[in-house]
């Protein structure tokens, strides 16, 4: 069965204090993994797409990477407002989106 | 940039009522989705249309319906309203050039709860 999981499930960083997001998945033919940021009450917003294992994206403070077993969101030095919880998503052989359970970060000034 | 628009964003209904939301996605989109979210969980796809046919399910109630109509909106429909049918409904639409592993783009959410 396809799963998807992250971790840690909730992150306090100082700001200034880089860390990294893990997203495990076990899927039967990765087509695609995406990264999203979502605030409380709000609809998931767009990061990043990653297709092949050894893709890499980057956008302002955030890094996306891809092995054949995981992704790694990197946040160099946060601020506040990069608080919110982090979605990661697969698309495997049943085309659909497999959600992970979110990491939330809390980034302290 | 245009966005996905849902509305109405917030919808209070009693129980055994009947509710709909609808969905306007982004311009030149073809594929819509519709997911629910429970309080600190993670979205669950409901269902899915692709030019105006019916492309997948996932766990849709029986007492739910949607259909995307000819300018692509989206319509759900919800009938005999729960208490566990408050939740955050979320729709996501994308563009059909990579097939199934398109982004999908978020609305902002309609907020459901059943009293």
């Known amino acids: 069965e396809d799963q998807v999981t992250q971790s840690p499930e909730a992150l306090r960083l100082q700001e200034g204090e880089s860390s990294s997001l893990n997203c495990s998945y076990t899927?039967?033919?990765?087509?695609?993994l995406f990264w999203y940021r979502q605030d409380p009450g709000k609809g998931p917003e767009f990061l990043f797409t990653?297709?092949?294992a050894g893709e890499e994206k980057e956008k302002e403070r955030l890094k996306a990477t891809l092995t054949k077993k995981e992704s790694f969101l990197h946040i160099t030095a946060p601020k506040p407002e990069d608080s919110a919880t982090y979605l990661c998503?697969?698309?495997?052989?049943?085309?659909?989106?497999?959600f992970g359970t979110g990491t939330r970060l809390k980034v302290l000034a | 940039a245009a966005g996905v628009i849902q509305s109405p964003r917030h919808l209070i209904k009693e129980k055994r009522e009947t509710a709909t939301l609808k969905c306007y996605p982004i311009?030149?989109?073809?594929?819509v989705y519709w997911y629910q979210q429970g309080p600190g969980q993670d979205p669950q796809f409901l269902i899915s249309?692709?030019?105006?046919?019916?492309?997948d399910k996932g766990s849709i109630p029986d007492r739910f319906s949607a259909q995307q109509f000819s300018d692509y909106h989206s319509e759900l429909n919800m009938s005999s309203l729960e208490l566990g049918d408050s939740a955050l409904y979320f729709c996501?639409?994308?563009?059909?050039?990579?097939?199934?592993?398109?982004?999908?783009?978020f609305g902002p959410g309609t907020r459901l709860t059943v009293l």
């Open positions: 996501a639409s994308s563009h059909s050039d990579r097939g199934p592993t398109d982004t999908q783009y």
């Open positions: 899927v039967s033919g990765l087509r695609g």
């Open positions: 990653l297709y092949s």
């Open positions: 998503a697969v698309v495997s052989g049943t085309y659909k989106y497999i």
């Open positions: 311009p030149r989109h073809d594929t």
């Open positions: 249309f692709y030019e105006k046919m019916q492309s």
